[in-house]
């Protein structure tokens, strides 16, 4: 994760793993005033937002409706809006909108205020 002192730096490249990489954790939201992010998941039935103060959240999440490796499916990156102030990419739930729009869904978490 690009914090610390790598927060200004070039890009790394991921070190490689060897076996399976369990990646099935939620995704976690940037920091950004929780408050507010809080009324707009309950409005729309998103559920709990966890705060989270650590930069540590630049993710990128995968939802995919089957695991059908010939499946030809088209492909939906979501980026939230917020005007970078609030959001986060667990909403709306990529899990819903995959298997409703049989489509793989990409999306992403990027810092926000005076972080971003």
Known sequence: Q???????????????????????????????????IK?????????????????????LSVYTPTLNEKANLPVMVWIHGGGFQIGSGRIPDGTALASLGDVVVVSINYRLGVLG
């Not at 790394?12 to 940037?30: F, N």
Request: aromatic share 8%; charged share 30%.
């Open 2 to 36: 690009p914090i610390g002192p790598l927060r200004f730096k070039a890009p790394k490249e991921v070190e490689p793993w060897t076996g399976e990489l369990d990646a099935t954790q939620a995704m976690v939201e940037c920091p950004q005033d929780y408050e507010q």
């Open 39 to 59: 009324e707009v998941s309950k409005e729309f039935g998103y559920g709990d937002i966890k705060e989270h103060d650590n930069e540590s959240c630049l993710v």
